[in-house]
């Protein structure tokens, strides 16, 4: 039996809140994915409790936001469908930024030599490859873990585990901007965009501008219990990406057209963006 110990608090416990999210989703009949890695998580970390704090956030953030774990299902979903899309088209490297407990590598049915890097803090990597390894579930791809701080020099990491910037590539940045300074996350913006290879495709997500501001207040302060704090949002997404060469197509969280009829909170009010590179950028 492999020891898995939850990451201490801070921003490491918003992905575990996630994972209950995504467990919360994969329990209703009609989900929109099922994620057997957020089940592995919670039986892995029954005895620890930092479920339990985790269990109260989840009860305080549904009480301020009816219908909260709708955005979380529908963010997933729309992720995972231009991910596949992308993969289908033929690109076979991924790469995730601040990949926490995302179930992807385990649960979406990838087309053979498929390398997904997951890039994240030394200690979540450290529980990630602990969960993967105890729970038994089967890889869908190779999965590379990437251990580094995206605030520091993250690609050198990546490019030594075997990242190769000549091939096309997939990158999900999925909540993670909000929890960078503004100057980190151009940064990281035009990192990846060096790495990227012609027909590269990119996923984000960031925060609406509002959720800094009064109207943010009852979700930033669940955030804030779990010891993380929003450092940034904006809502100029396809201006930002398009100065970096990406040509993006943006929703809006709560937008009916990717909502699969659910309905989704007005909290925590985000953006969803799918973008590719334009020719000749990089
Ligand atoms: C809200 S979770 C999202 C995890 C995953 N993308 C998902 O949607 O389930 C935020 C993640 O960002 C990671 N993170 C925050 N700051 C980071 C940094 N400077 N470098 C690498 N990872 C970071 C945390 O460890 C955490 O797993």
């Given at each position: 039996m492999v020891e898995v110990k939850a990451p201490s608090a801070g921003v490491g416990q918003t992905a575990l809140f996630i994972a209950w999210m995504r467990q919360l989703e994969s329990e209703r009949p009609d989900a929109l994915f099922r994620d057997p890695l957020a089940a592995a998580m919670l039986s892995a970390l029954s005895q620890d409790p930092v479920l339990a704090d985790v269990a109260e956030v989840i009860k305080q953030t549904h009480r301020s936001a009816e219908g909260f774990p709708a955005y979380f299902a529908v963010r997933t979903r729309f992720f995972d469908d231009e991910i596949l899309a992308a993969v289908r088209g033929g690109i076979r490297q991924v790469v995730t930024l601040a990949a926490g407990v995302d179930g992807r590598t385990v649960r979406l049915d990838l087309p053979a030599g498929t390398r997904w890097f997951e890039v994240e803090l030394p200690e979540m990597t450290e529980f990630k490859d602990a969960l993967v390894a105890g729970s038994g579930l089967p890889v869908a791809c190779e999965r590379r873990a990437v251990a580094a701080d995206l605030r520091e020099d993250w690609p050198s990491a990546l490019r030594a585990a075997g990242f190769d910037p000549g091939q096309p590539t997939v990158w999900l940045v999925e909540g993670l901007l909000m929890y960078l300074a503004d100057a980190v996350g151009e940064a990281l913006l035009a990192g990846l965009t060096d790495?990227?290879?012609?027909?590269?495709?990119?996923?984000?997500?960031?925060?609406?501008?509002?959720?800094?501001?009064?109207?943010?207040?009852?979700?930033?302060?669940?955030?804030?219990?779990?010891?993380?704090?929003?450092?940034?949002?904006r809502d100029d997404l396809e201006q930002w990406l398009g100065g970096h060469g990406w040509q993006a197509t943006v929703y809006a969280g709560d937008d009916p057209r990717i909502g699969h009829g659910r309905t989704v909170a007005p909290l925590p009010a985000c953006w969803l963006a799918t973008a590719a590179l334009t020719a000749g950028e990089r």
């Open positions: 790495l990227s290879a012609p027909g590269s495709r990119l996923m984000l997500e960031h925060l609406k501008a509002a959720m800094l501001q009064e109207e943010g207040r009852p979700v930033r302060e669940r955030v804030e219990e779990q010891g993380a704090q929003w450092l940034s949002a």
